[in-house]
């Protein structure tokens, strides 16, 4: 299982420099239109694809626009043994920081 975080509480945790990585589930062209500082773009289609390049020993937040996506990503990478928190909402409740 994997919790559920705010997005108030993810922006807590990059301002803290807690050691977590931000990943964007939402589709290249989404991404493109502005994401979280320091999110890397691993679209929930390709997650399957690309579960090698995500690291197993880092916890992780999955973030897309309204937080369905990501809950399905969470999902998946918490199955493969993942420490991963799912940003409830998305990029739709987001009011911290945006990078294009």
Request: net charge negative; aromatic share 4%; glycine share 8%.
């Amino acid at each position: 299982m994997y919790e559920e975080l705010t997005p108030e509480e993810v922006e807590r945790l990059i301002r803290n420099h807690t050691p977590v990585s931000i990943i964007d589930v939402r589709e290249p062209f989404e991404f493109a239109e502005g994401h979280i500082p320091r999110a890397i773009n691993i679209s929930v289609n390709e997650i399957q694809n690309r579960i090698g390049e995500i690291n197993k020993e880092q916890e992780h937040v999955m973030v897309c626009h309204s937080g369905n996506r990501s809950d399905v990503a969470s999902a998946i990478l918490s199955a493969s043994g993942f420490k991963v928190k799912n940003m409830a909402g998305g990029m739709m409740n987001w009011h911290g920081p945006i990078e294009c």
